[in-house]
Structures are given as structure tokens and as C-alpha cells.
């Protein structure tokens, strides 16, 4: 019995450099095997490599972040953990984030006096709304906030992926205006089949919540509910 666990040692630990780096390499890519298998089993769905590099192409200021990862799993750590029909949502998301900031970099203060005057403006009463003192007050808070010079936000995309149904969009960084566009984008998902992209005859399945049109889920082998029901309109 002795023998046998010695000589079962000696023929995986060896004694020589080439057979410690071999096991060493074997490991390695054990482990990124093991990773693959777990990070499939957490997706439900994943979307293209094709359109997952378009859109890090398209806005590659949100991933800059990622510059010096050297993992396999790119563009964001785990790519875009959702289907190919939340594509054109997450397009256009990013692409208003991205519009939002450019704007705030050319004009830091203008977003600034919007809120002002629909914060401030409607709670105020009808006979001072209008009066020139208002104008003159807004005026001046809009040439401090011009001398002030507030920076405009930086967004890191840290995460995409579907979660119950609905589209999660996780940054680092953003401001209100940011949050207030992905939560619409968010809500917007919950009536976008995740497969085909389309607002028609959405529904969601039950067990496993899955938002998907009638459709797809009778073509569906992509869902592992057997049960559809139509969203409330
Ligand atoms: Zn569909």
C-alpha cells in the first residue's frame, strides 16, 4: 500500500523542474476550464461577441478602466450577460450617457439651470414666476456656476446582465441625470423581448423569469420554463 502511494507521487509531483511546470500549466488551465463552466452556469443568456465588440468599439471610454486586464473573459469581465434583443436598448443608453457628458464637458453649467428651473420654478407662485427679479436671480446663479466650473461625470461600465426579467446596468462614477436614464432604460427592458428585440406579445415565464415575446417562446429552446404569461398592458 506503501509502495503504491509512493510511486503515485513521484509520478505526479516529480522531482524534475520540466514536471513541476507541466503540472503547473495543467492547473492553470484547469481552473480556467472550472471558471468558463461556472460563469456559464450563472448566464442565462449572453449576447454575440460580434455585438459585444461594437458596442466597446463604439464607447470605449466606458472601459477604459479594463486597459490593463488580462483576462479571457473580456470586454467587461463577464461580457454582457443578456440576450441579443437588448442590444438596441443598451445602444442607445450608452449612447445618450455618452452624449450627456459631452455636453456637460462643453457646457458644465446648463444642466445645472435646467433642474434649477424645474425644481425651483413650479413651486413657486404664479405671480412671482415670470417677475423679472426671477430672471435676474437665475442669471446670476448660472454665471457663478459657469465661474465655478463643476466637472463633467466619468462612467466605468462595470456590469450588464439580465436579473429577473429585467435589464441591470451597473456603473462606477455617473451623476443624477445618468441614473434617471438607465433606470428608463431598466423599466424599458421589462417590455423588450431579451431574444428578438421586439415590444410585441411580451410576456414573462414563470420558475425561471424570463422576459420574452409569444414567439420566441414558442419557438423555445433558449427557456427553461414551460410557462408564458402576457404582461399587464
Ligand atoms: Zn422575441
Not at 8 to 18: D, K
Not at 85 to 101: F, K, R
Not at 104 to 121: G, N
Not at 173 to 182: A, E, K, N, R, S
Request: charged share 30%; proline share 3%; hydrophobic share 30%.
Amino acid at each position: 500500500m506503501e509502495r503504491k502511494t509512493h510511486s503515485r507521487q513521484s509520478r505526479w509531483v516529480g522531482s524534475s523542474q520540466f514536471c513541476n511546470k507541466n503540472r503547473k500549466y495543467l492547473l492553470q488551465k484547469q481552473i480556467l476550464k472550472l471558471r468558463k463552466i461556472l460563469i456559464h452556469l450563472q448566464k442565462k443568456s449572453e449576447m454575440k461577441e460580434e455585438l459585444e465588440e461594437r458596442l466597446v468599439k463604439k464607447y470605449p471610454k466606458f472601459f477604459e478602466y479594463l486597459k490593463d486586464y488580462k483576462g479571457p473573459l473580456i470586454p467587461i469581465q463577464f461580457g454582457f450577460e443578456c440576450g441579443d434583443g437588448w442590444y438596441v436598448l443598451i445602444d442607445s443608453l450608452m449612447e445618450s450617457i455618452y452624449n450627456h457628458i459631452e455636453s456637460r464637458k462643453k457646457h458644465p453649467h446648463t444642466q445645472i439651470k435646467s433642474k434649477f428651473w424645474r425644481a425651483i420654478m413650479p413651486r413657486l407662485h404664479k405671480s412671482v414666476r415670470y417677475s423679472k427679479k426671477i430672471y435676474k436671480l437665475v442669471n446670476k446663479i448660472e454665471k457663478k456656476l459657469k465661474k465655478e466650473n463643476i466637472p463633467a461625470p466619468y462612467v466605468d461600465i462595470i456590469q450588464v446582465k439580465e436579473k429577473f426579467g429585467g435589464l441591470r446596468f451597473y456603473i462606477n462614477g455617473g451623476d443624477d441625470y445618468i441614473y434617471g436614464m438607465i433606470s428608463l432604460a431598466e423599466d424599458m427592458s421589462y417590455r423588450t423581448c431579451e431574444f428578438c428585440g421586439s415590444t410585441k406579445n411580451i410576456g414573462q415565464t414563470s420558475g425561471w423569469i424570463t422576459t420574452i415575446c409569444k414567439d420566441c417562446f414558442d419557438k423555445g429552446s433558449r427557456v427553461n420554463s414551460k410557462n408564458w404569461n402576457p404582461i399587464d398592458e
